[in-house]
């Protein structure tokens, strides 16, 4: 696939006319998908997809066009596409934040192949479920990203990676949701992980229950961390949101707010997926910090958001999100979490989270799936749905007892039009006071 990405940035280049340039993105992906129900084998397929989007500059004008890659007729699709985006330039307006990296920055990142064979994944992943009701989606398989311009420079990333995405349903609406994903399938990891779950079906199965709102003691596992780090990143790390004043973290901005020192959060493209350069043609930093020990420390700046507020961008993307989001460990050991939780409640996942006031950084969400109340260190109970409501200043400040020092690589499942590349990798954490609101 590199090579054809290259030759055909390379047919781009000769259709140019002297006052044009060109970038082109390639995103190309094979992978396997296999859906289970019932720990049985469903539904299993293959996907093959490759699309080379092309963007035709003249000074700040600019228009681009997404071509599918079929192998058959690119040559011609390639020479239409850039025939079609010189008529539409003609037209165009020209952009004041038109920003493009021309200095020729070439980079080549090819991960080695860890992933087992189909059939071994998919057999374990049978062995785990038998005499349990499995239900979930195993994806594997190479995704590749290109970038070329008209600078000549060629940028192209492969990574191998997995996703293993399951519930075991117990009935109605109890099920413990388990996961395991990265770029290495760790049979250890995934028969701790598939056990672990195992043991939280069977507390399932005990009568639940109900606690009234109040205030109590909490742990949120790693998969509840990222639900959390999902919506905060939505703008919240976003210079385009820091500079009108609509990051959620405005307070941190300001300078009169600090999460505890415990708190430090960063871009890590070095260890994650995502490829190392984005769509403008800046390679990004091997890590951008963005909380250090609890204080507000830099945003995600785009090319475009750079080029409007006059400072020098740092590899993101447009939308300003992170890609690879990193926090540091705590100290909490593991074995150790419910003994440190104590009495309270112990949360795998969360969801229908949203901002309930977004300039004070108050979230509110749902427990989802298994959520037990814990008394003297020891799983007690499942507790139905519970509401909470409350601030990341509280859970991560002055509220935090402590991080775990595992932490989960958190690989995205998203599997819309393709398989994603985001990552999180994060630790649980232990909250000595939420609000629970219903």
């Known amino acids: 696939m590199q090579q054809q990405f290259f030759e055909l940035a390379d047919l781009i280049q000769s259709c140019l006319k002297a006052d044009e340039g060109f970038l082109a ?15 049985a084998v469903r539904q299993a397929g293959a996907v093959a997809q490759r699309y080379l989007t092309i963007e035709l500059f003249r000074g700040k004008r600019h228009a681009s066009q997404t071509i599918t890659l079929t192998g058959a007729d690119d040559r011609d699709a390639v020479t239409a596409a850039v025939a079609a985006l010189r008529d539409v330039l003609a037209d165009a307006h020209e952009d004041p934040h038109f920003l493009i990296n021309e200095t020729p920055a070439s980079t080549t990142r090819v991960l080695p192949n860890m992933l087992p064979a189909e059939d071994e994944a998919v057999g374990a992943i049978l062995d785990a479920g038998r005499g349990h009701d499995l ?39 109890k099920a413990v949701k388990v996961d395991h994903a990265g770029t290495a399938w760790d049979a250890g990891t995934f028969a701790a992980k598939m056990g672990g779950a195992k043991a939280r079906l069977a507390a399932l199965a005990r009568p639940p229950k109900t606690i009234s709102p109040g205030s109590y003691r909490v742990f949120f596992a790693p998969a509840a961390m990222e639900e959390l780090f999902g919506l905060l ?22 300078g009169g707010v600090t999460l505890d020192p415990r708190v430090t ?41 750079a080029a409007e507020f006059n400072v ?3 590899g993101a993307d447009g939308s300003e999100g992170p890609v690879a989001l990193d926090m540091a460990a705590g100290a909490v050991k ?32 749902m427990t989802r799936f298994a959520t037990f109340w814990v008394e003297n260190g020891e799983i ?9 409501d409350d601030t990341v200043y509280r859970m991560l400040g002055a509220n935090l007892v402590g991080l775990t020092a595992q932490r989960d690589l958190r690989v995205s499942t998203d599997t819309y039009e393709s398989r994603s590349t985001r990552s999180m990798r994060l630790p649980g954490a232990v909250i000595a006071d939420l609000a629970m609101t219903l």
């Open 25 to 39: 993105a390639f995103s190309g992906e094979t992978s396997q998908f296999v859906r289970f129900n019932r720990s």
């Open 135 to 173: 239900v979930g989606l195993y994806a594997a398989g190479p995704i590749h990203r290109g970038f070329a311009n008209s600078y000549g420079q060629r940028n192209w990333d492969t990574a191998h990676a997995f996703s293993a995405d399951f519930s075991f349903y117990l009935q109605s609406d």
């Open 265 to 305: 959060l960063a871009e890590n493209i070095a260890e994650g997926i995502a490829p190392g350069f984005q769509g403008e043609g800046f390679v990004k930093p091997a890590s951008v910090p963005l909380i250090t020990k609890g204080a507000w420390t830099s945003s995600l700046a785009s090319p475009r958001s």
């Open 312 to 314: 020098p961008p740092n």
């Open 334 to 365: 593991d074995a150790d979490v419910l003994a440190t939780l104590g009495t309270g409640i112990h949360v795998g996942n969360l969801w229908y989270l949203n901002y309930s006031d977004r300039n004070a950084c108050r979230l509110t969400g």
């Open 380 to 388: 007690v109970a499942p507790l139905n749905v519970m509401r909470f």
């Open 233 to 254: 990143s939505w703008g919240g790390f976003s210079l385009a949101a820091e500079k009108t004043a609509t990051t959620p973290f405005i307070r941190m901005v300001d």
